[in-house]
């Protein structure tokens, strides 16, 4: 069992930035690899983020790459993704992600193996 609890989303104006976190706790080999997922209204989840808890390696998705960071903090287990240069399309529900496997590169959801419970990301032009 894994426990992902995320914080820090909020509203913010176009070109501005934010910092989500994920405090994750439970079972280290279900939380190997951890990541960032979105969802905009009336749209699939989409993968933007990916990190080894083992090797620290980052993926990103094209739509982020650039703009966002991927980091962890192996003392507290805390994973944060640091926003940048944020859009009015950056906009939706951002999920915390574990998993036992890291791909690299997209991260199908199906093969997601917990879900934290989302913050809001609101950013207006």
């Known amino acids: 069992q894994v426990q992902l609890v995320e914080s820090g989303g909020g509203s913010v104006q176009a070109g501005g930035s934010l910092r989500l976190s994920c405090a994750a706790s439970?079972?280290?080999?279900?939380?190997?690899?951890l990541g960032w997922f979105r969802q905009a209204p009336g749209k699939e989840r989409e993968w933007i983020a990916t990190i080894s808890s083992t090797s620290a390696n980052t993926y990103y998705s094209d739509s982020v790459k650039g703009r966002f960071t991927i980091s962890q903090d192996n003392a507290d287990n805390t994973v944060y993704l640091q926003m940048n240069s944020l859009k009015p399309e950056d906009t939706a529900m951002y999920y915390c992600a574990s998993g036992i496997l890291c791909y690299q590169g997209s991260w199908p959801v199906r093969a997601v193996g917990y879900w934290g419970q989302g913050t809001q990301v609101t950013v207006s032009s």
């Open positions: 439970g079972n280290i080999y279900s939380r190997r690899c």
